[in-house]
C-alpha cells in the first residue's frame, strides 16, 4: 500500500516575516489578487475554497510552505523563485508517496503520458512525487485560483485511479515460498 511521505509533515515552523518584508510581499502583489508574493493571500484564498491551510516555512529552504488536504490526501504547496525567503513568484502543489517497490521512472512516465497539467517523478528516496506548478506573477484573480484548484483535486482523484490500475505487487507472507 502506498503511504504519504512523512516529509509532508516537516514544515512546523511558524513563518516569521519583519513587517518590513510583509510590507514589501504584499506591495509585490496587486491589490485583491492571489500571489506567491504574498503567501496569506494564497492561504486565504485556499481557506475561502474551503480547503484546510496552515502557512508555515520549510525547514530546507526557509521559504514559505502551506498544509493542506483534498481528496483524502494530505499535501504540500511549497513556495519557489523567492527573494530572501519572501517575494515569491511561483508556488507548487505537491505530493510525495513513500516507496512501495514499484516506483519506477516507468511508472511516472505512465502518468506523465496521459496527464497534463501535472508531473510525477521518482525522487533519489525513490519516493513518486506528484506536482502541479504555478506562476503567479502579476497576481491570479479568485476564479482563476478556485480553477486551479479544482484541477489539484481532480488530479489527486485521478491518482487514486492509477494507483488502483497500477497496483504494488502483493508481498509474499513470511515463511511462505513465492510460486
Known amino acids: 500500500m502506498r503511504l504519504l511521505s512523512s516529509a509532508v509533515l516537516l514544515g512546523l515552523g511558524v513563518l516569521g516575516a519583519s513587517a518590513t518584508q510583509a510590507e514589501e510581499a504584499a506591495s509585490a502583489c496587486p491589490q485583491g489578487k492571489i500571489c506567491?508574493?504574498?503567501?496569506?493571500?494564497?492561504?486565504?484564498?485556499?481557506?475561502?475554497?474551503?480547503?484546510?491551510?496552515?502557512?508555515?516555512?520549510?525547514?530546507?529552504?526557509?521559504?514559505?510552505?502551506?498544509?493542506?488536504?483534498?481528496?483524502?490526501?494530505?499535501?504540500?504547496?511549497?513556495?519557489?523563485?523567492?527573494?530572501?525567503?519572501?517575494a515569491c513568484k511561483s508556488l507548487a502543489f505537491l505530493i510525495s508517496?513513500?516507496?512501495?517497490?514499484?516506483?519506477?521512472?516507468?511508472?511516472?512516465?505512465?502518468?506523465?503520458?496521459?496527464?497534463?497539467?501535472?508531473?510525477?517523478?521518482?525522487?533519489?528516496?525513490?519516493?513518486?512525487?506528484?506536482a502541479y506548478d504555478i506562476s503567479t506573477v502579476g497576481g491570479l484573480n479568485?476564479?482563476?485560483?478556485?480553477?486551479?484548484?479544482?484541477?489539484?483535486?481532480?488530479?489527486?482523484?485521478?491518482?487514486?485511479k492509477f494507483f488502483k490500475a497500477h497496483p504494488a505487487p502483493a508481498k509474499p507472507e513470511k515463511g511462505k515460498p513465492k510460486s
Request: glycine share 4%; charged share 20%.
Open 97 to 130: 508517496f513513500d516507496d512501495d517497490g514499484t516506483n519506477t521512472p516507468e511508472l511516472a512516465n505512465q502518468w506523465n503520458d496521459v496527464n497534463r497539467f501535472s508531473t510525477m517523478s521518482v525522487s533519489s528516496d525513490k519516493s513518486l512525487v506528484l
Open 142 to 160: 479568485s476564479r482563476n485560483f478556485e480553477d486551479l484548484l479544482d484541477t489539484w483535486n481532480s488530479t489527486l482523484g485521478e491518482v487514486s
Open 36 to 86: 506567491a508574493a504574498d503567501p496569506q493571500t494564497v492561504v486565504n484564498a485556499m481557506q475561502e475554497a474551503g480547503y484546510k491551510a496552515k502557512l508555515t516555512a520549510s525547514k530546507s529552504s526557509g521559504n514559505p510552505l502551506i498544509n493542506s488536504a483534498a481528496a483524502g490526501y494530505n499535501f504540500e504547496v511549497q513556495f519557489f523563485n523567492c527573494t530572501i525567503m519572501t
